[in-house]
């Protein structure tokens, strides 16, 4: 289990709040017995690899190995994880999110500019993450299926959330999701998954269109 965890340069990678090297012992802590060493882990990748809708490097590499431990019989918190992966999937970069607003904008060219970068690599940098993420949460999308009909409210709603970002997906999500709406007496939860299956519904038809 988890195994090539080690193999990976942590520290090379960075979260909300820096240096990633504490991302492999968090990961680690979902394997414990103990709930609430389980809890402070989920919580601490919560704030770490997925922050406030951002996402960074380590939240790429983390991905494979939190598919790993939903995938894996006798693991506990699987709705938690899964909770976890659908919000990594629908994040964005930091500045995306921070500096969309002339005030933001402003500030952060500034801030950068002290530390010899501009906004626009930045930004460069931040969106190849962002893809790199979206690709290592396409690859097992399909295990966020049967969270459509977890019983935390939360999980499937992230998870509705998630599987609408991933049009290219839409040939066995759009099912699935038409078949929660069905049955999902939640009205945050059938609001995402009518929102979902809208954008899936028009992706779906301007590729068709093309």
Request: charged letters at 20%; aromatic letters at 8%; proline letters at 4%.
């Amino acid at each position: 289990m988890l195994e090539g965890l080690d193999q990976i340069d942590w520290t090379s990678l960075r979260h909300a709040y820096g240096q990633a090297s504490d991302v492999p012992g968090w990961l680690r802590a979902l394997l414990s017995p103990n709930a609430k060493v389980r809890q402070e882990a989920i919580y601490e990748l919560f704030g770490t690899i997925y922050h406030q809708g951002t996402v960074y490097s380590a939240s790429a590499a983390a991905v494979p190995f939190l598919y790993e431990l939903l995938t894996a019989p006798n693991v506990r918190d699987k709705s938690s994880i899964a909770c976890l992966l659908a919000s990594i999937a629908d994040g964005a970069g930091y500045l995306e999110v921070h500096a969309v607003d002339d005030f933001g904008e402003q500030t952060w060219r500034k801030i950068l500019a002290q530390e010899g970068k501009t906004l626009e690599e930045e930004l460069k940098q931040e969106a190849a993450e962002v893809q790199a993420v979206r690709r290592a949460v396409a690859a097992g999308l399909r295990h966020l299926l049967p969270y459509l009909s977890d019983s935390e409210p939360e999980t499937r709603y992230s998870v509705a959330v998630a599987l609408g970002n991933y049009p290219e997906h839409a040939g066995w999500s759009l099912p699935a999701i038409e078949a929660a709406l069905a049955s999902e007496s939640d009205k945050e939860v059938r609001q995402a998954l009518a929102r979902s299956r809208a954008r899936l519904v028009q992706s779906s038809a301007q590729g068709s269109a093309r």
